[in-house]
């Protein structure tokens, strides 16, 4: 099955690139191995990306050939794109979670527990979060970026329901207020900043909301 959402290009050209920082590169990788999707989009990113530094190795790179090297994509690129060099050989997205190691997991909040990852980056955090079926988080918005990858189970917002496979990418533009489906639902996150919550009872339990 195909996750319905997916990276932005944008995020999708830098993690190629591995100009990404670790966590969200961590993140878009655990994407990549569970949507055949994006595996395409980075295969392509990486083979333009290799095309354009021939180019200017050559010393002779303009728009034209530029144009040539992008419409030269051969359509039966590999399946498997060159991953950061420690997730490359990850069996799966707890392996990958797993290079990393992990500590306990620490109840945050009513229905909500965390369980950090042993990976920061260019400020960005790299952790699990864990809520109980039917839990309802408080409405908040972010101070910096946040990705967040389902690994079980469903949340919905008002931006859309997000499944197995989907990740999400929020910025301090967006406020939200996620409702956790049926079942416990599990997610890796990689965040930058830290969250802001709203409202009365926000108020009342950011003291106590260690993300
Ligand atoms: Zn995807």
């Known amino acids: 099955m195909i996750p319905a959402h997916h990276p932005s290009d944008l995020l999708l050209a830098e993690f190629a690139s591995g100009a990404l920082d670790e966590a969200s590169a961590l993140v878009i990788a655990a994407h990549v191995a569970m949507c055949s ?9 990486e083979c333009i990306g290799g095309m354009l530094l021939d180019q200017v190795d050559d010393g002779a790179f303009d728009a034209k050939r530029r144009a040539q090297a992008l419409t030269a994509i051969p359509v039966d690129l590999p399946q498997q794109p060159a991953l950061p060099r420690d997730l490359a050989g990850a069996d799966g997205v707890e392996a990958m979670i797993d290079l990393y190691g992990r ?4 109840w945050i ?20 979060l864990r809520g109980a079926a039917g839990t309802e988080l408080p409405h908040h918005t972010h101070s910096g970026t946040e990705l967040t990858l389902i690994l079980k189970g469903e949340f919905s ?5 997000f499944q197995v496979g989907d990740l999400e990418e929020a910025d301090g533009g967006i406020a939200h207020a996620p409702r956790i489906g049926n079942e416990e639902c ?14 009365l009872l926000g108020r009342l339990i950011q003291p106590f909301v260690r993300l």
Request: with cysteine; net charge positive.
């Open 109 to 128: 909040g009513p229905g909500v527990y965390r369980r950090g990852i042993n990976l920061e980056d260019r400020g960005v955090r790299a952790f699990m």
């Open 103 to 106: 500590g306990p997991w620490r």
């Open 157 to 161: 917002h008002e931006l859309g329901r």
């Open 186 to 199: 599990i997610c890796l996150v990689a965040m930058e900043g830290t969250i802001r919550l709203k409202g």
């Open 37 to 45: 999707q994006c595996r395409q989009a980075v295969a392509d990113f």
